[in-house]
């Protein structure tokens, strides 16, 4: 049909047709392997590729827009979890904080009746530590300011220690450190930011189960399962409960309860 082949196949079969004939090339070459050989590729409708490869970058895009949105609802709650300082009717209230600094933070200092003497004082802006009497959190999620304090002597009357700073016992507390920060920016105070506070969360090993059941007998049971020995009894009808001695180990310590004088051996 005036159609040349090219490439390996197309060289082969065309050496073939020339020594068998057609007839021989049909019957000992497969028929989709001829179609293949002297048919050309099909068309590619680029109409089509475009519409899906548009799809499938609007399919992405869409994705990408609900992780961003799931993050940010992730931050509000975080955030939400460590508010310890704003009450409910404030937090709720858009824009219930008021707006941050002015243009002109002196402007507020002027303006605020503040003495010289507590102008350009140094604040400290930091966490405290939890304390270790609890293992809750909550109020160490919160920014303390408060100012260096000045000098300090001993009261000779009581012995106490006695300042003459009226701001050495003041605190102020603030939900993020940009607002500390802003607050002492507006007073004209010098401030010093310290690293927030890392919490970690460490369990122990020993548990109020551990009254009950010794921590070396969970131990062999997790081990040895029901192999363990320790709670085979000699006789029927008996336990492992025995009576504590005194400190001096010469007799038992006494017993209470409706018979304590009845032997339990």
């Given at each position: 049909?005036?159609?040349?082949?090219?490439?390996?196949?197309?060289?082969?079969?065309?050496?073939?047709a020339?020594?068998?004939?057609?007839?021989?090339?049909?019957?000992?070459?497969p028929?989709?392997?001829?179609a293949?050989?002297?048919?050309?590729?099909?068309?590619?409708?680029?109409?089509?590729?475009?519409a899906?490869a548009?799809?499938?970058a609007?399919?992405?895009?869409?994705?990408?827009?609900?992780?961003?949105?799931?993050?940010?609802?992730?931050?509000?709650?975080?955030a939400e979890?460590?508010?310890?300082v704003?009450?409910?009717?404030?937090?709720d209230v858009?824009?219930?904080?008021g707006?941050?600094?002015?243009?002109d933070?002196r402007?507020?200092?002027?303006?605020?009746?503040?003495?010289?003497?507590?102008?350009?004082?140094t604040?400290?802006?930091?966490?405290?530590?939890?304390?270790?009497?609890?293992?809750?959190g909550?109020?160490?999620?919160a920014?303390v300011?408060?100012?260096?304090?000045?000098e300090?002597?001993?009261?000779?009357?009581?012995?106490w220690?006695?300042?003459?700073?009226?701001?050495s016992?003041l605190?102020?507390?603030f939900?993020?450190?940009?607002?500390?920060?802003?607050?002492?920016t507006?007073n004209?105070?010098?401030?010093?930011?310290?690293d927030p506070?890392?919490?970690?969360?460490a369990?122990?090993?020993?548990?109020y189960?551990?009254?009950?059941l010794a921590?070396?007998?969970?131990y062999?049971?997790?081990?040895?399962?029901?192999?363990?020995?320790r709670?085979?009894?000699?006789?029927?009808?008996?336990?492992?409960?025995?009576?504590?001695?005194?400190?001096?180990?010469?007799?038992?310590c006494?017993?209470?309860g409706?018979?304590?004088?009845i032997?339990?051996?």
């Open positions: 049909d005036g159609r040349s082949t090219t490439g390996r196949g197309g060289t082969e079969m065309a050496f073939v020339a020594r068998l004939g057609p007839r021989a090339v049909a019957r000992s070459v028929r989709c392997v001829v293949r050989a002297l048919s050309s590729p099909p068309a590619v409708d680029e109409e089509a590729a475009k899906a548009l799809k499938e609007e399919r992405l895009a869409a994705e990408e827009a609900e992780k961003v949105a799931a993050l940010k609802e992730v931050e509000r709650l975080v979890n460590n508010r310890s704003t009450p409910d009717h404030v937090y858009p824009d219930g904080l707006p941050g600094l002015p243009e933070p402007e507020v200092t002027t303006l605020d009746g503040q003495p010289a003497l507590q102008r350009a004082r604040v400290v802006i930091s966490q405290k530590a939890q304390s270790a009497m609890t293992s809750v909550h109020k160490s999620k920014w300011l408060h100012w260096k304090v000045e300090r002597w001993s009261n000779p009357l009581m012995g220690t006695s300042t003459a700073d009226p701001l016992n605190e102020l507390k939900e993020t450190p940009d607002q500390a920060v802003d607050f002492a507006k004209g105070w010098n401030y010093e930011l310290h506070i890392e919490h970690r969360t369990f122990g090993e020993t548990k189960a551990h009254n009950f921590k070396l007998a969970e062999e049971v997790k081990v040895h399962g029901k192999k363990v020995t709670f085979d009894f000699a006789k029927p009808n008996s336990s492992h409960y025995f009576r504590p001695l005194t400190y001096h180990g010469d007799a038992e006494r017993q209470h409706l018979n304590p004088d032997p339990w051996k």
